[in-house]
């Protein structure tokens, strides 16, 4: 977030940067550059996007087919790899699949809640852009799932999410609840306005494209590694495909502050739920005596932990947040990182990241999928 934002002198860090421990300083710093880099190569493709027209021109330049992307050199890539390897890269075929397939099951109700009035037809076709790659991202990740992966069509949703992990999961059911409540009959336009916000700016920019960064960063992308071609293909135009959503979902939030001023208290007030959530998750995490850390380093490598995925989040919002002007919310995020990272760290300065035993590596994660999202964000 320092590298990315600039934050005012008064947002001091509550644990000062000289009693911080090498490590500590090295992943933050780590976060920082990681997110500036995504947000310079995002522009570079973004930066001529101002309206939902320009949106719709580059939804036509850059469409692509999905459904004719080689995958024979990744199913005999896939087939050579040992046990170990092949459950790596179901583990991010799990949560790429069920996030794209939460996301798709909500699209075509934002497309159609959209008014009919004059002055939408624009943000409807930009819209209605976005309704037909997700139904194809979903598509393409069911190819690879039956061709490459050996998975029976069926059993796709299943699968994504024995090996989605569970901090994943709790998020995409605060979404399937707010998504239910938003976009419910006879709803007025505004709550239409907060269901695009907490889709294209929470979920698919927080969440889904922090999750791509850290994967890219900490090498678990795979594709390179184990020869798989098509799927690289695939995600790296469904990638260039979530920066046009962001962009649809930032313009239409910027329609709503324009359109209803007292919208950015209830924007605030969305950002800091979601703030509330991650603070309880991360320390509900760190209370699982290293299970959901070690969980977490399988599933995008070392060095990720909980406070690691929650500080990329919780920087990530800020950096949209202060895009939106809500800066009063860039100094919550700020507050609450800086009280996390102290209160999760050790007397070095360090951040405290247990091993679990034996028997909790063992009987753990049933534990942990039985009792759900009450669990971990209760």
Same mark, same amino acid.
């Given at each position: ?236 135009? &469904? %990638?260039? !495909? *979530? ?10 939030? #910027? /329609?709503?502050? $324009? ?59 800020? &950096? %949209?947040? !202060? *895009? ?10 700020? #507050? /609450?990182?800086? $009280? ?39």
């Amino acid at each position: 977030m320092d590298a990315a934002v600039d934050l005012p002198a008064e947002a001091a860090p509550a644990l000062p940067s000289h009693r911080r421990g090498e490590r500590l300083e090295r992943l933050l710093h780590e976060i920082d550059v990681l997110i500036a880099d995504d947000e310079t190569a995002d522009r570079q493709v973004t930066g001529g996007w101002q309206t939902f027209d320009d949106i719709v021109a580059a939804a036509y330049v850059h469409t692509w087919d999905a459904y004719s992307v080689d995958l024979t050199h990744d199913a005999a890539s896939f087939r050579a790899l040992d046990h170990r390897q092949q459950e790596a890269v179901k583990r991010v075929f799990g949560t790429i699949y069920r996030a794209e397939s939460v996301v798709d099951d909500w699209m075509d109700r934002i497309v159609a809640a959209i008014p009919r009035e004059p002055g939408y037809e624009s943000m409807r076709a930009a819209l209605m852009t976005q309704e037909h790659d997700e139904r194809m991202h979903r598509g393409s990740l069911l190819r690879a799932a039956t061709e490459v992966l050996g998975i029976a069509e069926e059993d796709a949703s299943r699968v994504a999410k024995k090996y989605n992990n569970f901090v994943a999961e709790i998020l995409f059911d605060q979404f399937e609840e707010e998504m239910r409540h938003l976009l419910r009959p006879n709803r007025p336009l505004e709550d239409v306005y907060m269901a695009i916000f907490i889709y294209g700016v929470i979920s698919e920019d927080v969440v889904a494209n922090s999750d791509v960064v850290i994967r890219r960063a900490k090498g678990k992308g795979l594709y390179d590694t184990f020869h798989l071609p098509g799927m690289k293909e695939g995600q790296t135009n &469904v %990638r260039r !495909d *979530e920066g046009r959503h962001v962009r649809i979902a930032v313009l239409a939030t #910027k /329609r709503f502050l $324009a359109e209803h001023p007292e919208s950015a208290g209830r924007l605030l007030a969305q950002a800091v739920d979601y703030m509330d959530l991650a603070d309880r998750m991360v320390r509900r995490a760190k209370a699982s005596r290293g299970l959901i850390d070690m969980h977490l380093a399988e599933s995008y490598g070392a060095g990720v932990d909980s406070l690691y995925y929650y500080v990329m989040n919780m920087k990530r919002l800020a &950096v %949209r947040l !202060d *895009e939106l002007g809500l800066r009063e919310g860039v100094l919550e995020v700020k #507050k /609450r990182v800086d $009280a996390a990272i102290a209160e999760l760290s050790d007397d070095d300065g360090e951040p405290i990241v247990e091993t679990p035993s034996l028997w909790l590596r063992v009987v753990g994660p049933r534990m942990l999928r039985l009792a759900g999202t009450e669990r971990l964000a209760g």
